[in-house]
């Protein structure tokens, strides 16, 4: 059973940084794919930000130049690193992934993100 744990959520204010941590039980090579998504109550979860295995880097506009996706093979572990935060950015963020070997999606169990002065 492949996992996918985040962490690094938390409260900050306006303008503040964070940086999220999605850490997987596996190696991510075995991914083809990671992303972080964003939702907001229940609504359907948004696609942030996004790495492929070759490591090319996809954002969406309301984060780019602001947020920044990473990763460190070693630890195996996915890092968002989101600056200049705005309330609007508040909600949990999902790290998911793509198996390379059956194509199988995993997501973790999100990280609470509150963005409030």
């Known amino acids: 059973q492949v996992n996918l744990v985040e962490s690094g959520g938390g409260l900050v204010q306006p303008g503040e940084s964070l940086t999220l941590s999605c850490t997987a039980s596996t190696s991510i090579s075995d991914f083809n794919v990671v992303d972080w998504y964003h939702q907001v109550s229940e609504k359907k979860r948004d696609l942030v930000a996004t790495?492929?295995?070759?490591?090319?880097?996809t954002y969406a506009d309301s984060v780019k130049g602001r947020f920044t996706i990473s990763r460190d093979n070693a630890k195996n572990t996915i890092y968002l690193q989101m600056n200049r935060l705005k309330s609007e950015d508040t909600g949990v963020y999902f790290c998911?992934?793509?198996?390379?070997?059956?194509?199988?999606?995993?997501w973790g169990q999100g990280t609470q993100v509150t963005v409030s002065s």
């Open positions: 790495i492929t295995r070759g490591g090319t880097t």
């Open positions: 998911h992934a793509i198996s390379r070997t059956d194509l199988r999606s995993l």
